[in-house]
């Protein structure tokens, strides 16, 4: 009787130990829980996690200029941010360190690091307070400090008929920042020598830009060339001529050269280069009225270096294009014998595509001789 009574008395207080050890084990597995919650790195951790799988829920992420990453904001999509942070994190070698210098008991910030450059700066600030006094942490906010997630301003110079595309969205009026009309055509139109100029709109796109695509597009299709100025912050597409058309003017203009470079060297006639001008335009008026009287007397003259450089086709009626070449007066005394070159502007017009084109006015942007 008593060996069953001491048995009995041994289960009872087995079973007490066993469920004061299970108490104790039970209040310690919750404080260590509670406890994790409450080491601030751990949050921290538990953020980059977050952010590792491109989600921002529950996180004010702002650039590093403050604005904040919206959805639907153009050029700063809130994928992209996603895609950056994705990458980034789940790629490069992560560390972080705590900015003493900042926030207070309740607020606590970050600097994260990948591969030893500042991507993140996450802030985190104390939630609750467990039964213990324990403070518990959660993530706040995010903000971006890579250079390459600045959001940056671009500025896109195309003519007024072509359509403007920049990662694939079509500029509209709204990113349209200035009109202006092109350089030496104004002129040209108030005299009545061409009309239905096209003008040089100048858009302005802020976004997040590591490589973007700028397009300008003429009618029926035409690729324009974009050119990049300024570091990358600024897009040109100037007005560039149709297909073929440099191999179709370049004839024509191989055949005013020598009759302009003849003609002021007092070699040739006004009537021969006459005939490749609008009569009574100001390039009409205008190389007559040069004075040509210091020209040596010589022995004849020869021409090298001709070309055609800088078209710009403002219309089917229209086109502007540089023209060089080196023009030698030649002498029977070798001392004597000169070079003389030429860089000129010529602004060429046409009634109509069956027309023939026309010298109408001039820039001479250099004239040099030796």
């Known amino acids: 009787m008593r060996k069953r009574t001491f048995r009995i008395l041994l289960l009872v207080w087995a079973l007490i130990l066993i469920g004061v050890i299970a108490f104790f084990i039970t209040k310690l597995i919750r404080f260590l829980t509670v406890y994790e919650a409450s080491v601030s790195t751990h949050t921290v951790d538990a953020v980059l996690e977050q952010l590792k799988t491109g989600d921002l829920t529950g996180l004010a992420v702002t650039l590093q200029n403050g604005d904040p990453v919206e959805e ?14 994705r990458e980034t994190l789940s790629t490069k070698e992560i560390e972080y360190r705590k900015l003493n210098s900042v926030g207070d008991a309740t607020h606590e910030f970050y600097t994260v690091m990948a591969d030893g450059e500042k991507i993140l700066r996450i802030g985190i600030e104390a939630a609750s307070k467990t039964e213990y006094n324990l403070t518990v942490w959660k993530g706040v906010s995010a903000e971006l400090l890579d250079t390459a997630m600045n959001p940056v ?13 920049v990662d694939g969205t079509v500029l509209g009026e709204s990113a349209m920042v200035e009109a202006e009309e092109p350089e030496l055509i104004g002129r040209m139109v108030e005299l009545g020598y061409t009309k239905d100029i096209p003008k040089i709109y100048t858009y302005e796109v802020e976004g997040i830009f590591t490589q973007p695509e700028v397009r300008a597009t003429a009618a029926h299709g035409r690729e324009l060339p974009v050119l990049v100025r300024e570091g990358g912050v600024l897009y040109e597409a100037p007005f560039a001529p149709p297909e073929g058309f440099l191999d179709e003017i370049t004839p024509l203009i191989m055949e005013i050269i020598p009759c302009w470079g003849r003609y002021f060297s007092r070699d040739g006639g006004y009537d021969a280069v006459r005939r490749f001008f609008v009569w009574g335009s100001p390039v009409d008026k205008t190389v007559p009225g040069a004075d040509i009287s210091w020209m040596q007397a010589h022995t004849g003259t020869e021409f090298a270096e001709e070309r055609v450089e800088n078209i710009r086709y403002y219309s089917d009626t229209c086109f502007v294009c540089e023209v060089h070449f080196l023009q030698t007066i030649l002498h029977n005394d070798p001392t004597r014998q000169r070079e003389w070159e030429t860089n000129v502007t010529w602004v060429f017009v046409r009634e109509d595509a069956d027309s023939e084109w026309k010298i109408a006015d001039l820039v001479m942007n250099t004239g040099t001789g030796n």
């Open 153 to 165: 301003t671009l500025r896109i110079k195309a003519p007024s008929f072509a359509t403007v595309r």
């Open 72 to 85: 639907d904001r153009l050029f700063a999509e809130q994928e992209k941010i996603e895609a950056y942070l």
